[in-house]
Nanobody
């Protein structure tokens, strides 16, 4: 079983930056892929970015060029660097991990982009 804890959310002005962190309770060497998803009020949860153990990344078109996903294997942590934030990025951001055939989710962290 994997426990995931997100941190780094908060309130930021449009154009600002935030860095989200997701720490896993197991070595992320053993996790096939980890990703960030988000869910805005009244909308479905959507993929933001994903990274595999080999370092391959996938981004949604809406964040490409603004967000960067990375992983620090020594800290068992995946990051989401978010730059040039827009009001439409406002959502609860969730981390997930695909581990031995199961998908695990963190509790989420709120990101609000507003002036």
């Amino acid at each position: 079983q994997v426990q995931l804890v997100e941190s780094g959310g908060g309130l930021v002005q449009p154009g600002g930056s935030l860095r989200l962190s997701c720490q896993a309770s197991v070595s992320i060497f053993s996790i096939y892929s980890m990703g960030w998803y988000r869910q805005a009020p009244g909308k479905q949860r959507e993929l933001v970015a994903r990274i595999t153990g080999g370092g391959n990344t996938v981004y949604s078109d809406s964040v490409k060029g603004r967000f960067t996903i990375s992983r620090d294997n020594a800290k068992d942590t995946v990051y989401l660097q978010m730059n040039s934030l827009k009001p439409e990025d406002t959502a609860v951001y969730y981390c997930n991990a695909l581990y031995i055939g199961y998908l695990y989710w963190g509790p989420g962290t709120q990101v609000t982009v507003s002036s």
